[in-house]
């Protein structure tokens, strides 16, 4: 997922990702101090963006049955 702030100044981006599969499943991220686990069901990543930043987040995911 790539995220970008196509503001000229600097503004704070909240994404949050609905996990379906609840605890049967394990995220591995690539940048993961910016992703937050608010429930077993709910992922928020937060961070502030600098004008016109554009940065990628990339996990993998490992279902467990």
């Given at each position: ?5 196509h ?6 981006i909240?994404v949050?990702i609905n ?7 394990r995220f591995t ?7 937050e686990?608010v429930?077993a069901?709910?992922l928020?990543?937060k961070?502030v ?9 990339i ?7």
């Amino acid at each position: 997922m790539t995220i970008s702030n196509h503001k000229s100044i600097e503004a704070e981006i909240v994404v949050e990702i609905n996990n379906y599969r609840g605890d049967n499943v394990r995220f591995t991220w690539t940048n993961p101090q910016s992703v937050e686990r608010v429930s077993a069901t709910l992922l928020r990543i937060k961070r502030v963006f600098a004008a016109n930043e554009k940065v990628s987040f990339i996990w993998a995911e490992d279902y467990r049955p």
